[in-house]
């Protein structure tokens, strides 16, 4: 099955490294120009590099905190000026700090609800405007925690949750022009996991092995493609099995 995004343009959020990155490669392998993001101009400038040799179309940065209102006007303020209409949107924001419930204060429960849902949230309400009358697609990059809390990660398996129901309401809200999907990740090859962490991790997950960030890849440029044209409103795990939910 060839994925074919030429002529389109994706904006990926948070994606000078990690699985944004490996969404970022993918989408441009397939055709796509791609805008990333990323909050380290070195380390972005480097993504951007990394993106343009597996594309022949346009691959730009934009440097911006995106857990911040003013973070996501700038993206969006360069992305309209650079490209004027976009076709893909992939949401996706770092970690917050793990923590027991009573160890997080209001401070960083606020903070983590910034990162995961407002950017996602204030994004998407950038990017409508810019959207082609042909419409397109917006996947969130979420987590494997969504369906399953795990303990001493408090912040992210609460706050987390908020995506998955913007999710719902958008895949609704905003048919038939723009399909709204997400991903929940489990444990892939990144910096998150070293590789001292591997085997351990890799001992509680079906398929044997981590994740290559390869493979969330594809899924995000497929589910960008006409391929996935009836689907909206799907949260598609990724973890090789790893979860236990049943829902």
Not at 59 to 85: K, M
Not at 215 to 230: F, V
């Amino acid at each position: 099955m060839e994925i074919d995004l030429s002529g389109q343009t994706a904006v990926v959020l948070a994606s000078s490294d990690g699985l944004g990155l490996a969404a970022a490669t993918a989408l441009a392998a397939a055709g796509a120009g791609v805008c990333l993001n990323g909050r380290d101009p070195d380390r972005l400038e480097t993504a951007v590099e990394t993106v343009a040799a597996a594309s022949t179309a346009p691959v730009t940065g934009v440097a911006a905190d995106i857990s911040t209102h003013e973070g996501i006007e700038e993206l969006f303020a360069v992305v309209e000026t650079e490209r004027g209409s976009i076709d893909h949107l992939i949401t996706n924001a770092g970690a917050p700090p793990r923590r027991r419930f009573d160890a997080a204060g209001d401070a960083e429960w606020q903070a983590a609800y910034d990162l995961l849902v407002m950017s996602a949230v204030r994004a998407i309400r950038a990017a409508r405007p810019l959207f082609s009358p042909a419409g397109g697609s917006i996947t969130m990059i979420t987590s494997r925690h969504t369906k399953e809390a795990t303990p001493g990660n408090i912040l992210s398996s609460v706050v987390r949750v908020g995506l998955e129901g913007l999710r719902q309401s958008l895949s609704r809200e905003l048919a038939p022009q723009i399909r709204v999907n997400s991903v929940r990740p489990g444990p892939f090859t990144t910096a998150r996991n070293p590789p001292e962490t591997h085997a351990a991790k890799a001992a509680d997950i079906p398929m044997g092995e981590l994740g290559a960030p390869g493979d969330l890849g594809t899924l995000i440029a497929y589910l960008s493609s006409p391929h996935a044209a009836y689907l909206t409103g799907a949260s598609i795990p990724i973890d090789g099995g790893a979860g236990h939910s049943t829902l």
